[in-house]
């Protein structure tokens, strides 16, 4: 796929640590992403967004819950942004750029600020600008910077801070459990982009842990978003 962010960079901003205190109906989003191993016969990765509202952007215990997002990694096809490879930075990255896209398209309406919460230190700094976009990963980034950039635009405020993986946080395990959905071709199905991909078939439900609130996930055909002459990179 074409980069469609080519010139789209950011100054380096590290200062993006949110207040001691919040203000009222901040978004808080925790993001994440899920590939599979090398090797793998079905190359697969998918991101995931759990989106909250009114906690204390720390553990978050009193939150409200406002949405899922979930999708697989796409490298072609209506909902590409420049992942050319399957891995678990090109996920988060994802996540990031999802998450930012949802306060885009359907939080428009609130003036509370917004704050992404990944766990990977990587996807962090390269969407802030603290790290550079190169390598495979830049057009992806590019976009994620666009999409952060085009928020911030409209007058949000954004953070950034990273919450620590697998330490037991129940919104950063949703994010996770969202993602592996996602790795398996569901996706949530929400905003402009993904209303137009699918779905392939609108009777399928998602079942497990997170069926609460979730009924409308549809499986998707996987091919739709996976270029097979591509190999799975972990």
């Given amino acids: 796929g074409q980069d469609r962010h080519p010139t789209a960079d950011l100054a380096p901003?590290?200062?993006?640590?949110?207040?001691?205190?919040?203000?009222?109906?901040?978004?808080?989003?925790?993001?994440?992403?899920?590939?599979?191993?090398?090797?793998?016969v079905t190359p697969c990765a998918g991101w995931g967004v759990a989106v909250t509202a009114d906690g204390d952007g720390e553990h978050d215990a009193e939150a409200t819950h406002l949405a899922d997002l979930w999708g697989p990694?796409?490298?072609?096809?209506?909902?590409?942004?420049?992942?050319?490879?399957?891995?678990?930075?090109?996920?988060?990255?994802?996540a990031i750029l999802e998450a930012l896209r949802w306060v885009d398209e359907l939080d428009a309406a609130s003036a509370a600020p917004i704050i992404i919460r990944p766990d990977s230190e990587y996807a962090a700094k390269t969407i802030t600008g603290v790290w550079p976009a190169t390598g495979a990963n830049a057009a992806l980034v590019r976009a994620a910077r666009a999409m952060l950039a085009r928020v911030e635009a409209s007058g949000r405020t954004v953070y950034v801070t990273c919450v620590r993986a697998h330490r037991g946080h129940a919104w950063n395990e949703r994010a996770d459990r969202?993602?592996?959905?996602?790795?398996?071709?569901?996706?949530?199905?929400?905003?402009?982009?993904?209303?137009?991909?699918?779905?392939?078939?609108?009777g399928a439900r998602m079942q497990g842990p997170l069926a609460d609130g979730s009924?409308?996930?549809?499986?998707?055909?996987?091919?739709?978003?996976?270029?097979?002459?591509?190999p799975n990179v972990d």
């Fill in 13 to 40: 901003q590290a200062d993006r640590v949110p207040p001691r205190q919040l203000p009222a109906h901040t978004r808080v989003l925790y993001v994440d992403g899920s590939a599979g191993a090398a090797g793998d």
């Fill in 73 to 94: 990694v796409p490298m072609h096809g209506a909902a590409f942004e420049g992942a050319t490879q399957l891995t678990n930075n090109t996920a988060e990255l994802t």
């Fill in 178 to 202: 969202l993602a592996a959905r996602g790795a398996t071709g569901v996706t949530s199905g929400h905003g402009r982009t993904w209303s137009q991909v699918g779905p392939r078939d609108e």
């Fill in 215 to 230: 009924a409308n996930a549809c499986f998707l055909c996987f091919e739709d978003f996976v270029d097979p002459a591509r």
